[in-house]
């Protein structure tokens, strides 16, 4: 398994745009894309939200990210882009995965 982890500062009153197009086009890009998903931190110190996707390997994660990771639903994308104040243009962390002891649980929402 393989792990990319991105970061985003939103302006601020955008953080249910945000978290709500993130949703779908963490949804959108599993589906084209063939991620395992991922989840939405927020980082209190850095005021900024940090996303750590899940892969089944790195060559899937890197055809996507060759691709922009384009989904088709430019409503979401407009609301995810319009949302963010901030970002870096290279992944926080890339990581292979040695050992998961992580219990899958429901979705808190």
Known sequence: MFVAAYWWKVH???EEQF???WRR???????KYGSLGSRL???ERERRFVGVAEWP????????YDA???YDDPA???AFVDAIADT??????LMEVTDDLLERAPNPG
């Not at 870096?88 to 962390?93: F, G, M, Q, R, Y």
């Open 88 to 93: 870096a243009d290279e992944p926080l962390l």
């Open 57 to 64: 390997d790195r060559a899937t994660w890197q055809a996507a």
């Open 68 to 70: 922009k990771m384009v």
């Open 19 to 21: 978290r709500t197009a």
């Open 76 to 78: 979401t994308r407009a």
């Open 41 to 43: 931190h927020w980082d």
């Open 12 to 14: 601020p009153g955008k």
């Open 25 to 31: 086009g963490t949804e959108l890009i599993t589906e």
